[in-house]
């Protein structure tokens, strides 16, 4: 018996160390065909200097949406559709514009861009005095004494001691997204606020904002100004208070109006009911061509399923790539998603979004229960060869946010992230920007979490 024992033992030892060869030998062949064969760049090349910039709503959207189905139907999957999704439509209009004006025919421009879904000046443009603030309460204890009939002025800085940018984005972002709203509520006509950047530079950053349920007749106008114009500004205003800021824009709100999200699947040899999730989203802002934010998580969710094909690897479970629509002003693509998974009953077991920009993969950070999170902890030997092999708790994505429940992983891809918010909204990011080689290591690293999880369920 005690012989038949270690004979059981040894060839356990023996299988299991066979199917990590297999895996790592699989994971491999992932890696040298998405940097040797990859069409990510390709790709992302087309969307970008093809299509450029794809605001919900307008025609390089829809553009983009008829690109995407064509070429996931090039790949031979089983299933390439479009879903029905209702989206916002804000256009920027013409040439924005502001100045700080110290005195009579004294004046200097400083770069601004309207803030997603503002409302404009009026056609003569807004001239008015300036307060700054860098918190919601420095605000509310001005009052609406100090603050009525005043441009407002939020110049909080990303905190540069966070290592992870990311966060330090989240420590500043509320300005963006609610200062308009609360900045109206005290009498302000319109609020400037510093771009979400940490490096000092030209560009403004866009985003969207939010009035809330403020009514129509006390919503204002809302900017962002460039980092550098932010310091100008707040040095200005240390030396003269009294001085004037001037602001032109010329947005506005239209209607919703009808997009897609654009699916495609292979479909599960084994388990077909159990479905694995891989996306980006294909709307960017319009500023620039949206490479980093978010074509590159388009193309490389897009090459997990062309290098399955391409392997003849027949995933056990469904693996789907959905390029989903309205991330940046309404995340309408990602809830209507998971509302028609709801309603048919589906059973989502993983789903892994990049929406982080297209440089090298450090890792993964998961939504996941300690038992899961412990399973996936076991994969990460196969990602240290490649340097992919951080991996975390805490943070998915935006659009496959809405899939959340007690079961489903949620996963996110990790690039290096110190230079992501340089191109982050802005007119910057383009395609110029991208590395080659670091998004197809991209691609490659999601691929091969997508084939664990395919291999090993939960």
């Known amino acids: 018996?005690?012989?038949?024992?270690?004979?059981?033992?040894?060839?356990?030892?023996?299988?299991?160390?066979?199917?990590?060869?297999?895996?790592?030998?699989?994971?491999?062949?992932?890696?040298?065909?998405?940097?040797?064969?990859?069409?990510?760049?390709?790709?992302?090349?087309?969307?970008?200097?093809?299509?450029?910039?794809?605001?919900?709503?307008?025609?390089?959207?829809?553009?983009?949406?008829?690109?995407?189905?064509?070429?996931?139907?090039?790949?031979?999957?089983?299933?390439v559709y479009l879903q029905e999704v209702m989206v916002p439509k804000w256009v920027r209009g013409t040439f924005e514009y502001a100045s700080i004006i110290t005195g009579p025919g004294m004046s200097m421009n400083v770069p601004v861009c309207a803030l997603g879904g503002s409302i404009s000046t009026p056609s003569s443009g807004l001239r008015?005095?300036?307060?700054?603030?860098?918190?919601?309460?420095?605000?509310?204890?001005?009052?609406?004494?100090?603050?009525?009939?005043?441009?407002?002025?939020?110049?909080?800085?990303?905190?540069?001691?966070?290592?992870?940018?990311?966060?330090?984005?989240?420590?500043?972002?509320?300005?963006?997204?609610?200062?308009?709203?609360?900045?109206?509520?005290?009498?302000?006509?319109?609020?400037?606020?510093?771009?979400?950047?940490?490096?000092?530079?030209?560009?403004?950053?866009?985003?969207?904002?939010?009035?809330?349920?403020?009514?129509?007749?006390?919503?204002?106008?809302?900017?962002?100004?460039?980092?550098n114009g932010a310091q100008l500004l707040s040095s200005m205003l240390s030396l003269n208070k009294d001085l004037k800021f001037y602001l032109k824009l010329d947005c506005k709100n239209f209607p919703d109006v009808l997009s897609h999200n654009v699916i495609g699947e292979i479909k599960g040899s084994e388990f077909p009911d159990e479905i694995i999730v891989v996306g980006g989203h294909l709307d960017s802002w319009d500023l620039g061509d949206g490479s980093h934010d978010d074509g590159a998580g388009i193309v490389q969710s897009m090459e997990v399923l062309r290098l399955f094909k391409e392997m003849n690897y027949k995933p056990k479970r469904t693996v789907r790539v959905i390029l989903f629509m309205?991330?940046?002003?309404?995340?309408?693509?990602?809830?209507?998603?998971?509302?028609?998974?709801?309603?048919?009953?589906?059973?989502?077991?993983?789903?892994?979004?990049?929406?982080?920009?297209?440089?090298?993969?450090?890792?993964?950070?998961?939504?996941?229960?300690?038992?899961?999170?412990?399973?996936?902890n076991d994969w990460k030997m196969y990602f240290e060869p490649y340097m992919a092999d951080r991996f975390e708790l805490g943070g998915s994505g935006a659009d496959i946010g809405p899939l959340r429940n007690n079961q489903i992983v949620l996963s996110g891809l990790r690039p290096d992230s110190q230079r992501y918010f340089e191109y982050h909204h802005t007119a910057n990011d383009t395609f110029e920007a991208i590395n080659k080689r670091e998004l197809e290591l991209g691609a490659a690293a999601m691929s091969s979490l997508v084939y664990l999880v395919d291999q090993y369920g939960f």
């Open 128 to 227: 008015a005095g300036v307060i700054e603030v860098k918190s919601f309460d420095e605000l509310e204890a001005l009052g609406e004494k100090n603050v009525k009939g005043k441009f407002i002025f939020f110049n909080r800085p990303m905190p540069a001691d966070r290592i992870n940018t990311f966060e330090a984005y989240s420590k500043t972002v509320n300005q963006r997204t609610q200062g308009a709203a609360k900045a109206a509520r005290l009498g302000a006509v319109g609020v400037i606020v510093r771009s979400m950047n940490l490096r000092l530079d030209d560009f403004p950053h866009t985003g969207t904002m939010r009035y809330g349920d403020l009514p129509n007749n006390m919503r204002i106008p809302a900017a962002a100004i460039s980092t």
């Open 326 to 376: 309205n991330e940046e002003n309404g995340l309408r693509g990602g809830t209507t998603y998971a509302s028609v998974a709801k309603e048919n009953k589906e059973q989502h077991i993983f789903a892994l979004e990049s929406d982080a920009g297209g440089f090298s993969p450090r890792g993964f950070s998961f939504e996941a229960n300690p038992s899961q999170f412990e399973q996936i």
């Open 1 to 79: 018996m005690k012989k038949i024992g270690i004979l059981i033992i040894l060839s356990l030892t023996f299988q299991l160390n066979g199917q990590s060869t297999s895996h790592e030998e699989q994971i491999k062949t992932i890696y040298n065909k998405a940097l040797t064969e990859g069409k990510a760049y390709s790709w992302l090349d087309h969307l970008s200097n093809k299509i450029g910039g794809r605001l919900s709503g307008s025609l390089n959207a829809e553009r983009a949406v008829k690109w995407g189905k064509d070429e996931l139907e090039s790949l031979g999957l089983d299933r």
